[in-house]
């Protein structure tokens, strides 16, 4: 166990549908991060969140949409999708956004958009 | 823009042995490397974490080298077991940490 946890674990949706993707961190960190990992290509970063504050968006398409209500709750809201977007989503934090911060990652939550 | 190669991209031994995973990067002027592990379908585990102003980190039958200049590390596991088997990835921090693809490892019983 990390202390991240991220539900659900398998996610399968239509095109047209809209779903949540929820990440906790029991560590008291303040940084958390939306990271994607498609088949056969290195993990890419999404977006940054430090002290609740968004300090990066990787150039991500409208259609993901991040909120962070509080330092410990991450989500990532999902709306008409296309199937190159089915890839595992990871969640990680660290105490801060800084460089020498080691990263604590969830168990991702597979996601297949049919 | 840096990059982070990693080769082998997958790697098969028998159980006993002792193996490198070789790791790469374009701009040396990172901060730290790191070495992670990604069993299938799950999140990562940070293995060994070295600033850059350290040669190597070691950890139980682990031990992860740094040479900054030339942009390389290497990571070394003794005695290889078959709960070893497991993807393996290398992530530099510059001014995001940049991952490489992966060495796929298989321990054979």
């Known amino acids: 166990e990390t202390g991240v946890t991220q539900t659900p674990r398998h996610l399968v949706m239509g095109m047209t549908n809209k779903k949540s993707l929820k990440c906790e961190q029991h560590?008291?960190?303040?940084?958390m991060y939306w990271y994607k990992q498609s088949a056969k290509k290195p993990l890419e970063l999404m977006f940054v969140?430090?002290?609740?504050?968004?300090?990066e968006n990787n150039s991500v398409p409208s259609r993901f949409s991040p909120e962070c209500p509080n330092s410990s709750h991450l989500f990532l809201h999902l709306h008409t999708l296309q199937p190159e977007d089915s890839a595992l989503y990871l969640c990680a934090s660290s105490r801060a956004h800084a460089t020498n911060e080691k990263l604590f990652f969830g168990s991702g939550t597979q996601l297949s958009v049919l | 823009k840096q990059e982070v190669t990693q080769i082998p991209a997958a790697l098969s031994v028998p159980e006993g042995e002792n193996l490198v995973l070789n790791c790469s990067f374009t701009d040396s002027a990172i901060y730290n490397l790191q070495w992670f592990r990604q069993d299938p379908g799950k999140g990562l585990t940070s293995l060994l974490l070295i600033q850059s102003s350290q040669r190597e980190q070691t950890s139980g039958r682990l031990n992860a080298s740094l040479d900054k200049s030339s942009g390389r590390s290497t990571l070394y596991i003794a005695a290889s077991q078959p709960g070893d088997s497991a993807t393996y990835l290398c992530?530099?921090?510059?001014?995001?940490?940049?991952f490489g693809e992966g060495t796929q490892l298989t321990v054979n019983p």
């Open positions: 969140y430090n002290f609740k504050e968004q300090t």
């Open positions: 560590l008291g960190h303040n940084a």
């Open positions: 992530a530099v921090t510059l001014d995001r940490l940049t």
